[in-house]
């Protein structure tokens, strides 16, 4: 599973673990899961303004798929992954 708040993957007996314990925020930097999309996107956007390789690749991610109720961008994705790839 993906998590937008640090740009980490989490496998998912990490992801079982830490429910068991009753924790059901990011196991890696605790920030509380986003209950909207715009916080998902507030959250990526954050990361790509600190210029994270990732966060642009899952925006440019987002942007191809329609995702959390952006509008379909080919062409900002594509800058998007440009980006990430630099």
């Not at 980490?8 to 079982?16: R, T």
């Not at 429910?19 to 956007?45: L, N």
């Amino acid at each position: 599973s993906f998590r937008e708040c640090c740009m980490k993957s989490v496998c998912n007996g990490c992801l079982l673990a830490a429910c068991k314990r009753g924790m059901w925020d990011c196991p890696f930097c605790r920030t509380p899961s986003p209950s909207e999309d715009s916080q998902t996107i507030a959250m990526v956007q954050a990361r790509v303004d600190k210029g994270d390789p990732v966060a642009f690749f899952s925006l440019g991610t987002n942007y191809i798929g329609g995702l959390y109720g952006m509008v379909k961008d080919v062409t900002r994705a594509i800058e998007l992954y440009e980006r990430a790839a630099e």
